[in-house]
């Protein structure tokens, strides 16, 4: 079934860009920002929160947070500016063997997806911080597809931009369990989980991975040739 896929959306942080806690370091600026110490019961519960629904558009985090639509595009704009100078002072790589295995990918004569939950200016400060403006075919961030993960818009989206022909030509591949309901929900027959990132083997395949690999480096060869 793998020979049949045609496209393969990828998430970025945690499974082709290394994150190293920098999502938990601009979530503390922005909920500074609304008043919340680093450190109290509050932040602990917040941060909880963020750990569990790694993955899901950023705005929708902090709309669950806040409750408040002004209070959330505060701490969003926060979280952005704080994200930004991580980047900005070099705070960003790819994962090791990222980057080869987009190629390997393309040069199966698959399409690549980047996807993410950050907004398209975040989304395109780590592309040009890592010179991946034109490393896939199409970059994706939920504002584009409708709504962000666990919901399928994403790739449901990256499919009809890239013009593929089915869902059953599709791989999903993320750190988290919000790409991997994104996945199923979307009908992927593949739906890989990566240890790179955010949660552990147990909560990807509880959501649903089809596979769980070391890293996104192992995903061309799972994959294979095209059919």
Not at 156 to 166: K, V
Not at 189 to 194: D, F, L, S
Request: aromatic content about 4%.
């Amino acid at each position: 079934m793998s020979n049949d896929i045609r496209l393969v959306v990828l998430d970025m942080a945690g499974t082709t860009v290394a994150d190293d806690g920098l999502v938990e370091r601009a979530f503390g600026a922005a909920a500074g920002s609304l008043g919340v110490e680093t450190g109290s019961a509050e932040h602990a519960t917040m941060l909880e929160h963020v750990r569990a629904t790694m993955g899901e558009s950023k705005i929708s985090v902090f709309r669950h947070l806040f409750g408040e639509e002004e209070k959330a595009q505060r701490a969003n704009a926060a979280f952005e500016a704080a994200y930004h100078d991580l980047v900005d002072a070099g705070h960003c790589a790819a994962l090791p063997g990222a980057a080869e295995a987009i190629a390997e990918l393309r040069g199966q004569g698959r399409k690549v997806v980047l996807t993410t939950g950050f907004s398209r200016s975040t989304q395109d400060r780590i592309l040009a911080a890592l010179g991946w403006q034109d490393i896939a075919d199409l970059t994706l961030c939920p504002a584009e597809a409708g709504r962000g993960r666990p919901y399928p818009d994403l790739a449901l989206a990256a499919l009809l931009r890239t013009g593929t022909d089915s869902v059953r030509q599709i791989a999903v591949a993320g750190d988290t369990g919000y790409d991997m309901l994104t996945g199923v929900r979307a009908g992927a027959p593949v739906v890989a989980g990566v240890l790179t990132g955010a949660h552990d083997e147990q909560r990807l395949r509880a959501d649903g991975a089809t596979h769980v690999l070391k890293s996104v480096a192992e995903l061309p060869a799972l994959l294979g040739p095209v059919g």
